[in-house]
């Protein structure tokens, strides 16, 4: 089994940063695409980012040239920089990891770190 936990969430203002990490812990030897989600109110949860273990990327449309997803194998971490924030990035925010023969499947999830943008 792996364990996920978020850590960074928090209130910030239009046009600022914050920094969300997650831990994993456990299996880690098992995980292979980490990623980060988002689910804000009444809304469906949405992919903002995935990483694989060789740090290959990719970004939902919405947050390209804003955010950024980075790995630390050696640490087990992964860390989501975003910057120039928008009311619309409001959501709680979930950290996933695919493990080898999930096909393609998010199995692990970590509990969630709410942001909020606001003034």
């Known amino acids: 089994q792996v364990q996920l936990v978020e850590s960074g969430g928090g209130l910030v203002q239009p046009g600022g940063s914050l920094r969300l990490s997650c831990a994993a812990s456990?299996?880690?030897?098992?995980?292979?695409?980490m990623a980060w989600f988002r689910q804000a109110p009444g809304k469906q949860r949405e992919l903002v980012a995935d990483?694989?273990?060789?740090?290959?990327?990719n970004y939902a449309d919405s947050v390209k040239g804003r955010f950024t997803i980075s790995r630390d194998n050696a640490k087990n971490t992964v860390t989501l920089q975003m910057n120039s924030l928008k009311p619309e990035d409001t959501a709680v925010y979930y950290c996933?990891?695919?493990?080898?023969?999930?096909?393609?499947?998010?199995?692990?999830w970590g509990q969630g770190t709410q942001v909020t943008v606001s003034s």
């Open positions: 990483i694989t273990s060789g740090s290959t990327s």
């Open positions: 456990g299996s880690i030897f098992s995980i292979t695409v």
């Open positions: 996933a990891a695919q493990k080898r023969f999930s096909g393609g499947e998010y199995v692990y």
